[in-house]
């Protein structure tokens, strides 16, 4: 992450407005406060939306939150609390809809595994694993750890997979998806 705190912190709590949301506290407090204020208004938290909460905070603070250029093109990686985010909206939706069968799974899983927009997802396996448990999926790894989000979107790819596709068909016009990207060609109805 190119952002960190650095020099004097300040006496008092920081204070920021984000969105249109106000909110004091520390670093922490405030991103813990932004996920809550997302959560109960059933805000789907975007991939990278970490980067304009800190950015607020830099221009109300700017000795004491840095922002370091990463040197060469940052890499790619999933935040969890995106992927909680992103389960909580699809948690919702889900309603009495089963999930797919293993074999679209899988074939979903196989286009994941070679796009270049996969990424590792930040964050502890117990997430991972409570992840699985709130969607109800099996406790499976169609994908290397270095592949199992997605740095379009902001899900858990390993979840994702076995969702049906009627809870995620608004979503499809809304991202960058790779040309390849199995969520294209199911909303266009093509088999892979």
Same mark, same amino acid.
């Given at each position: 992450m190119p952002w960190k705190t650095g020099g004097l912190r300040p006496h008092n709590s920081l204070e920021v407005t984000y969105k249109g949301d106000f909110y004091k506290g520390w670093?922490?407090? &405030?991103?813990?406060? +932004? &996920? $809550? /204020? +997302?959560? $109960?208004?059933?805000?789907?938290?975007?991939q990278g939306w970490e980067n304009g909460l800190w950015e607020e905070l830099a221009k109300n603070y700017p000795s004491y939150i840095i922002f370091e250029a990463p040197v060469g093109p940052a890499p790619l990686q999933v935040s969890v609390s995106t992927i909680k985010s992103f389960l909580n909206f699809a948690r919702k939706r889900i309603g009495d809809n089963s999930l797919v069968d293993e074999e679209l799974a899988r074939k979903r899983a196989a286009v994941c595994s070679v796009c270049p927009k996969a990424a590792p997802i930040t964050g502890c396996s117990m997430c991972k694993s409570m992840a699985r448990q709130m969607m109800k999926t099996p406790n499976v790894n169609f994908l290397p750890k /270095?592949? /199992?989000g997605c740095s379009v979107c902001g899900c858990f790819i390993d979840v994702k997979i076995y969702l049906p596709f009627e809870i995620l068909n608004d979503t499809?016009?809304?991202?960058?998806?790779?040309e390849d990207c199995w969520m294209l060609s199911e909303s266009l109805g093509i088999e892979e």
């Open positions: 670093v922490s407090e &405030i991103f813990q406060a +932004a &996920i $809550r /204020n +997302a959560e $109960r208004k059933e805000i789907k938290l975007e /270095n592949k /199992n499809v016009t809304q991202y960058p998806w790779h």
